[in-house]
Every structure is written in structure tokens, then in C-alpha cells.
């Protein structure tokens, strides 16, 4: 079965001038022009179905905005086929992108002068929206984005949190099919995140919309999407569900134990144990993997061999996870 | 079909009228080069009344009507360096519509602007001041009209094509630069090719210099049979297709090579 967006081996490199310091390196370049070819993205593939959710993660530069990018029909992959919708995005770039819909939360493409309503508008013309569509969209996003008070304010007044409202509902004012979220909650306090991600899910379940994210918040992705994609120096490290990984990589535990007394605890087998210098030092932390210890046993042990107040085990935050993936301490 | 277009036209119409001072400063600006030209030329005429077969008259027409239509002919040769160097060409690539049109359509709200209230208030003033030959009868005067078109067409395709540069190179300045002398010093709105030498202004008015400003000047002077205006017509036609060609070809290319700077 064909999938909605099929992306196949794709590659792109950029080159990057690359000079000597300094005036005599400067001098250099001018007359010989050294380049150095940057790999923004290595052999990449995936497939979405429509009306699915998709987090896409990476540390920063791992080549996440080059594949929305690709995507979106602006940047020509080097190697490697793009098929979304039944379109070549960057071959038959103005008949695709009326279906799509972008949001750089970096790039605000309403108009900077002008009030919120007339960008709109601007974009009504553009996309050549019918009047009775336009209206319904715009009315639905307003009440439930709350943008009442600033619809009529010009954008270079707007607050970032009501700029980066603006811009969502700028790109979904012509019904788009796909959207694609390039950050869409950088810079934006707690409350306007969240108003962000409700609407987002809600779209997605009321319109069917595929939507793909990417961004550096794990809250994003964790509130949003059922299925994540991390990409790391260009390439797919990692494709399946949110909780799929924590299976994968998560195996860390951590035990919490608070001692009746402060005792010297004896060394275990597998798990490294670290004081946490609260409540007189009778307060430890055992740290280790579930595939190698098993916490009944664990904890049996310390039951009959020390006096125990509280016990306490936390499985590791999916931040501290995809954090050690970036690091490359897990794979 | 073109209400995109429309719609981009009207805001570059709009957003012009919002510098005000600006503009007034535009319109000074206008006519003090024409009086600086006026200057020049009464001084090297002196007392003669024509010379080459040229009159003042002429010659003031001429610089009055390249300066004004300068006004209106007004392109902005950074319209793309502008948009790859902030990188906000990705959201214009998002639109559907075609880039090229996009950037002729904001040109012309431009151009509108500046017709009605640019090239109208300076052409008013320094006629009134200067005086200036009348038109060799209405059909001439159609005629120029319809030449002054193709020549922003010229001088439009060539910043257009110019501009596609700026995919390779980051920074345009510098040929845009080479670019606006050729235009200036070629087109015959500084100097008018009568006083280039036979073999120089042969060849001019073959390019497409000439044919922006000075083409129709010499329609509007009637200096021009039916069939001579017939073939400046169509050197003009001629060029506007094949510097668009070279446009196209080169931003067909660019825009493979394009780098979206920043995020």
C-alpha cells in the first residue's frame, strides 16, 4: 500500500566555504576557494500514514529542518525520493504546497507591519480560499487559540506566544492535509505551550491532519505524538512509539532508599550506589539496569539487611534518555 | 487566476504609501537631478540653438521624460538577495504561486504607486519649469506609452536575472552595482546617443540599454518612422523573452543550490 509520505534514501549535503584565519588565509581563499561538504542528512527513509502524529527529534544541526524542508517542497534532496500526497514535493513544488501547511517557529510569514487579520487575508487571496471555508477556518481558530483581543493588532506588537498562535492558524487557514511544526512552541511560556498542544491534538483528531513536529521539547512530543523519529549527524536512529524507547533505552532504574540509621552499605553486585548527602546521610540511591538486577530481589536485601523508613523506585524521564541517545552513551 | 498576484501588487502599492517622508524626499530628489541635467546642458549649449541638428528642446525633453520614467521604472534589484540572505525564502517557496510573478507583481503595485504619485507631481513641475517639446501627435503618443512598457520589461528581466546570481553569490551588491551603470550611462538617459559616435550608437541601440529609456523618448519626439518604431518594438519584445529565458534557466537551477540560512 502506497503511505501518504514516503520518504526513500534521501541525502543532502551543503558546502560550506571553509577559510584560514587571519589576513594571509583570507588572501588565500580569495584566489583558491577551499569548500568543505557538510552532510545535513545521510540515507534517510520513513513513511507516515495519514492522519498520524509524528515527533521529529534531534540535538540541534542533526538535520531535522533540512528534511522539513525537503518535505516541503523548498529544498531539492541530493539523492533519494520524497512522495507526499502523490506529489514530488520540490519537482512539483506549487501544486503540493496549497496542500500543505509549514510553521517555522523561527520565521514568521505574517506581515510584520500589518495587523494579524490583514495577513490573513493576504493569505486568503493567495491560496485562493473560498469565502465560506475562509470564514468558518478562521472563526473555529480564533475561539479556540483565543486570538479575539489581537486579530486587529499589527504583528510587531504581538507578544511571541500570540505571534507563534498567529502563524499556526496562518498555516491552516486553507485546510491543509499535512502540516509540518518546525518549533512551534520555541520561546513560548508554559500556558501558551500548552494551548498550543491542545489545539494540535484536537486538529488532529477532529480533521485527520498528519501533522509532523519537530522541536527540542520532549513535553511537545510527549503530549502530541504517539510515534517518535530521532534523527542524530543526518542520520534515522530511531523509529517506533514513545514508549517503545523507553523499553529500548530506558533499562536504568534508580532506588531511592531512606535508612532508619546511616549505615555503611555493603557493595552490590551490578548496582552503583551514590549518597545523597540529605537527612544526615542516611539517604542513598541505587542505580542500575533492570535487564542485570532484579529490584524483588533488591530489595529483599536490603530489607533484611538494614533498617529501611521509605523506598522509593522512578524509572528515567524520556528527556534524560533521549539526551543520553544525543550523547551517544546508548544505542 | 491572477487574484494572488493582485493581492501581492495592492500590498506593495500599500506599503509604499506608508513612508511618506520618504517619498516626498523621492520626488526632490527627481527634480533636482533634472535641474542638475538642465544646468549642464544650458551651459554646454551656451548660446547655440542646436547642436548635431539636436535642439534644447530635445535634449531637455529627453532627460525630463528618462528621469521621471526612471521614477516609475523603479525595481528593487534586491528583492531576492533580501529574502536568501534572511532566509525567509522558504516562506515564500511555501506559497503557491510562482516566485518569479510574485516579485514582478510587487514591482508593479511599486510602479503604480510611483506612476500616480511620482512620476505625475515631478513631470507637472518641471514642465512647468522647463517646458518641454510636445508629443508628434497622439498615435506617437500611444506609441510611446505602449515602448515605455517593454522598456520596464527590459530593465525588469534584467534585474531579474541579475538577481538569480545571488543563489551562487552571497552577496549581489557589486554586480548590481555594474549593472545600474550599464543602465545609467548606456540607455542614452544621461547622455543621448545623437552624441555617440556613429559606430558606438549603432551598437547601442542594438542592446538593451537603449531600448528602457530611449526608445520611447525618440517615439514620443517623433524621430521614428511607423517602421522604424515596428523593429525597436521588436528589439525590445526580442530582449525582454530572451533575458527572461536566462532568468528562468538560472533560477531553475538556483533554486536547486539554495541554502536556507538561519534555523
Not at chain 1, 505551550?193 to 513535553?219: C, G, P, W, Y
Amino acid at each position: 500500500m502506497e503511505q501518504f509520505i514516503e520518504v526513500k534514501h534521501v541525502s543532502k549535503s551543503f558546502k560550506i566555504s571553509k577559510r584560514a584565519k587571519g589576513i594571509p588565509g583570507t588572501i588565500a581563499n580569495l584566489l583558491v576557494p577551499k569548500y568543505e561538504k557538510k552532510q545535513a542528512v545521510q540515507d534517510v527513509s520513513f513513511s507516515i500514514a495519514q492522519g498520524e502524529m509524528v515527533g521529529f527529534i534531534g540535538p540541534n544541526g542533526a538535520g531535522k529542518s533540512t528534511t522539513i524542508k525537503m518535505l516541503s517542497g523548498i529544498l531539492y534532496p541530493d539523492a533519494g525520493e520524497i512522495k507526499v500526497n502523490g506529489y514530488i514535493p520540490y519537482k512539483q513544488r506549487r501544486e503540493y504546497v496549497g496542500s500543505i501547511g509549514v510553521v517555522f517557529g523561527q520565521k514568521s510569514q505574517l506581515q510584520w507591519d500589518l495587523p494579524v487579520i490583514d495577513s490573513f487575508e493576504l493569505l486568503k487571496a493567495i491560496y485562493r480560499i473560498p469565502e465560506a471555508t475562509y470564514r468558518k477556518n478562521l472563526n473555529r481558530f480564533m475561539e479556540m487559540l483565543d486570538m479575539v483581543e489581537f486579530i486587529n493588532r499589527p504583528v510587531r506588537q504581538l507578544s511571541l506566544g500570540q505571534r507563534m498562535r498567529a502563524d499556526i492558524v496562518a498555516a491552516l487557514l486553507h485546510s491543509p492535509k499535512i502540516v509540518f511544526f518546525d518549533e512551534p512552541t520555541i520561546g513560548v511560556d508554559v500556558v501558551g505551550k500548552e494551548k498550543i498542544r491542545s489545539f494540535i491534538r484536537e486538529l488532529n483528531a477532529e480533521d485527520k491532519v498528519s501533522m509532523i513536529f519537530t522541536t527540542h521539547d520532549m513535553q511537545d512530543i510527549e503530549k502530541t505524538c504517539n510515534r517518535l523519529i530521532i534523527i542524530d549527524k543526518g542520520a534515522k536512529i530511531y523509529d517506533g512509539s514513545i514508549f517503545g524507547i523507553r523499553e529500548k533505552y530506558g533499562t536504568t532504574r534508580q532506588l531511592d532508599v531512606e535508612f532508619s540509621e546511616n549505615y555503611t552499605v555493603e557493595p552490590i553486585q551490578n548496582v552503583e550506589v551514590k549518597e545523597l548527602n540529605e537527612l544526615d546521610g542516611r539517604k542513598k540511591r541505587f542505580i542500575f539496569e533492570n535487564t542485570q538486577v532484579q529490584i524483588d530481589a533488591l530489595m529483599n536485601h536490603l530489607l533484611q539487611n538494614y533498617g529501611i523508613r521509605d523506598i522509593n523506585v522512578s524509572e528515567p524521564e524520556i528527556e534524560s534518555i533521549i539526551g543520553k541517545i544525543y550523547a551517544g552513551e546508548v544505542c | 487566476m491572477l487574484t494572488p498576484y493582485l493581492a501581492f501588487a495592492k500590498k506593495s502599492f500599500l506599503n509604499r504609501s506608508a513612508y511618506r517622508f520618504n517619498h516626498f524626499m523621492g520626488i526632490l530628489n527627481t527634480i533636482l537631478r533634472i535641474f542638475i541635467f538642465w544646468g549642464i546642458y544650458k551651459a554646454l549649449y551656451g548660446d547655440r540653438s542646436e547642436v548635431d541638428g539636436i535642439t534644447m528642446t530635445m535634449v531637455t525633453t529627453n532627460f525630463i521624460l528618462s528621469i521621471c520614467l526612471e521614477a516609475v521604472f523603479c525595481v528593487n534589484d534586491f528583492y531576492l538577495p533580501d529574502r536568501i540572505n534572511s532566509g525567509s525564502i522558504a516562506n515564500e517557496l511555501l506559497l503557491p504561486i510562482s516566485f518569479p510573478g510574485r516579485m514582478l507583481a510587487d514591482n508593479l503595485g511599486n510602479a503604480v504607486f510611483k506612476l500616480i504619485y511620482h512620476f505625475v507631481p515631478a513631470l507637472i513641475v518641471s514642465v512647468l519649469i522647463m517646458g518641454i517639446q510636445a508629443p508628434a501627435g497622439i498615435p506617437m503618443l500611444l506609441l510611446f506609452i505602449l515602448s515605455a512598457l517593454l522598456g520596464y520589461g527590459v530593465l525588469w528581466t534584467i534585474s531579474f536575472a541579475v538577481q538569480m546570481c545571488s543563489f551562487w553569490l552571497i552577496n549581489v551588491w557589486s554586480i548590481v552595482t555594474i549593472k545600474n551603470v550599464f543602465v545609467n550611462v548606456l540607455s542614452g538617459s544621461m547622455i543621448p546617443l545623437w552624441f555617440m559616435p556613429d559606430w558606438m550608437s549603432g551598437v547601442l541601440e542594438l542592446l538593451p540599454f537603449s531600448s528602457i529609456y530611449f526608445t520611447p523618448v525618440q517615439i514620443y519626439l517623433g524621430q521614428l518612422s511607423y517602421g522604424e518604431i515596428a523593429v525597436k518594438c521588436a528589439i525590445q519584445v526580442v530582449w525582454i523573452g530572451v533575458i527572461y529565458l536566462i532568468g528562468t534557466l538560472l533560477w531553475e537551477k538556483g533554486k536547486r543550490k539554495l541554502v536556507v540560512q538561519g534555523g
